[in-house]
C-alpha cells in the first residue's frame, strides 16, 4: 500500500512554505525534490567518506570507489540490463547522448546519411543531431505527432531508409506526457539493422523499464529528475554496441596506458569515463534509485496515475483551459494554457505567489511547440509525491489568472 503522506515526510522541502503558502511543487519535470535519504547520502558522502575514486591504495578511496561502483550494478537492475558493463556512468542525459553523437554516430556517419527523430524530442536529443548536420551533412529526418500528441510507431518505423544510420526517440515526452511504444519502435529498427537511441529521462522516472525487453540499444537517464543529486546520470549501451564506440572524452582514468607516442584505453565502460566523476552525486543516485525501487515503481506508477486522472478530469471541467496533447496512456504531465491570458510567464507568476512551482516556456522542444503553433505553455509535472489536494490548489490558481488575465 502506497502511504501518500509517508512518502512525503520523506522530502524534507515538501514542508516549507513560498511566498507564504504551502510549496505545491509542480516542476518535475524540470528536476525533482529529493528525499531524505539521498541527502543524507550526500551529506555522509563529503563528511565521512569522501576521496578520489580508481586510484587509492588508502581506506577511503577503496570505499568511494567501492560506493560509487556498486551504483552501476543498481543501476543496471533498475534498467534491466544484463550486465553492470553495460552502464557508462556520467553526468545526465545531455552528457549520455552526446557521447553517441560523438562517440557512436560520428565515426560512421557520412553526408547524406540520416538520423530519424520524433518531432518532439528534447534539445538534449537535437541539438547533438545537429552537430552532425552542420559538420558532416547528416539528414535529421522529422516525425510529426498526431493531433492528441501521440506518436504512431508505424510512422517512426516507415520513416528509417536506406540511409538510415541511428534513431532517436524520447520514451515520454516532457511537454506532453506522452509515452511512446519503444519497444514497437526497437523491434522494427532492429529488422532493419537500425539502432535506436531512447532518452528515457522523463519515462524511467515514472515507469518500471527494462531496456532489454524494449531491445533498445542506448538508453540515457538523468539522476536529478530520479529524485538524486543533479550532475549525476547513466547511459545503458548494449554491449555490442559498446564494442562499437570510440571513447568521446580523453583523460585520466579512461585509459589503460598512455606513452609519448602512443595511448591504450581502459576496458568498457570505464573507458568512456574520463576524469574525477561526480562521486558523491553518483553515490546519491544509487541511493535515489533504491528509494524508488523500495517505493516500488509500479506503485509509482499506480498513484501517478490516480493524481493524472483526477487532473486530466477536472482540467476537462475548464472551458477556458487548454491542455496540449492528450494522448493514451500519457504520464502525469500537463502543458497548460489559458486563451487571452497573456504569456505563460504571466501565469506562472501568479501561480508561483499562490506556492505553486511549474515550469513556463517552451521546454527545450522548440520543433514540437512551433509543429503545435505555439511559443510557449506552463507545465505542470507531477512526481510520485504529489497529490490529488494539490491538483485543487493548482486549479484555484489558474482560475484566479483566468479571472485576472482573460
Ligand atoms: N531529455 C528529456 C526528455 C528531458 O526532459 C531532459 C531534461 O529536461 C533532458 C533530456 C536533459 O536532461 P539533462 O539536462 O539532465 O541532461
Redesign the pocket.
Known amino acids: 500500500m502506497y502511504d501518500i503522506q509517508s512518502v512525503r515526510s520523506d522530502f524534507p522541502i515538501l514542508s516549507r512554505e513560498v511566498n507564504g503558502k504551502p510549496l505545491v511543487y509542480l516542476d518535475n519535470?524540470?528536476?525533482a525534490q529529493k528525499p531524505q535519504v539521498v541527502i543524507d547520502a550526500v551529506t555522509r558522502g563529503y563528511a565521512e567518506e569522501y576521496s578520489n575514486v580508481h586510484r587509492g591504495l588508502h581506506y577511503l578511496s577503496n570505499l568511494a570507489t567501492e560506493k560509487y561502483e556498486g551504483v552501476r550494478g543498481t543501476v543496471a537492475r533498475f534498467l534491466g540490463a544484463a550486465s553492470e558493463d553495460e552502464i557508462i556512468l556520467n553526468?545526465?542525459?545531455?552528457?549520455?547522448?552526446n557521447m553517441v553523437a560523438y562517440g557512436w554516430a560520428m565515426p560512421r556517419m557520412e553526408a547524406g546519411d540520416e538520423i530519424v527523430l520524433s518531432i518532439m524530442?528534447?534539445?538534449?536529443?537535437i541539438v547533438p543531431w545537429h552537430f552532425l548536420r552542420e559538420r558532416q551533412g547528416v539528414v535529421i529526418k522529422w516525425v510529426d505527432v498526431e493531433p492528441d500528441g501521440s506518436l504512431d510507431p508505424q510512422k517512426m518505423i516507415d520513416a528509417i531508409g536506406p540511409k538510415t544510420k541511428l534513431v532517436g526517440i524520447?520514451?515520454?515526452?516532457?511537454v506532453l506526457g506522452t509515452v511512446v511504444d519503444v519497444k514497437a519502435i526497437c523491434t522494427a529498427a532492429r529488422d532493419k539493422g537500425v539502432p535506436v537511441l531512447v532518452?528515457?529521462?522523463?519515462?524511467a522516472v515514472h515507469m518500471s523499464v527494462n531496456v532489454a525487453d524494449i531491445g533498445c540499444d542506448f538508453y540515457?537517464v538523468?539522476?536529478?529528475?530520479l529524485y538524486g543529486p543533479?550532475g549525476s546520470?547513466a547511459i545503458y549501451v548494449r554491449k555490442d554496441r559498446m564494442a562499437e564506440m570510440r571513447p568521446f572524452m580523453g583523460g585520466g582514468d579512461m585509459i589503460r596506458d598512455v606513452t609519448r607516442d602512443t595511448v591504450t584505453w581502459n576496458d568498457p565502460p570505464m573507458m568512456f569515463e574520463a576524469g574525477t566523476p561526480g562521486i558523491v552525486q553518483t553515490i546519491g543516485l544509487g541511493v535515489a534509485l533504491d528509494y524508488m525501487t523500495g517505493l516500488g515503481m509500479e506503485n509509482i506508477a499506480a498513484h501517478e496515475a490516480k493524481v493524472r486522472d483526477y487532473a486530466r478530469d477536472r482540467f476537462k471541467g475548464l472551458n477556458w483551459l487548454q491542455v496540449q496533447g492528450d494522448a493514451p496512456g500519457k504520464g502525469a504531465i500537463f502543458s497548460l494554457s489559458i486563451e487571452g491570458a497573456g504569456h505563460a510567464h504571466d501565469i506562472s507568476t501568479v501561480l508561483d505567489k499562490k506556492g505553486v512551482a511549474v515550469r513556463a516556456g517552451s521546454?527545450?522542444?522548440m520543433p514540437l511547440m512551433d509543429a503545435m503553433g505555439i511559443n510557449a505553455t506552463c507545465r505542470a509535472s507531477f512526481g510520485l509525491y504529489n497529490t490529488e489536494a494539490e491538483v485543487d490548489v493548482l486549479i484555484d490558481a489558474l482560475e484566479l489568472c483566468h479571472d485576472l488575465f482573460a
Open positions: 519535470g524540470a528536476s553526468s545526465g542525459t545531455t552528457e549520455g547522448i524530442e528534447h534539445h538534449a536529443n524520447t520514451h515520454m515526452s516532457n532518452d528515457g529521462s522523463q519515462a540515457a538523468t539522476g536529478h529528475k543533479s546520470g521546454h527545450c522542444a
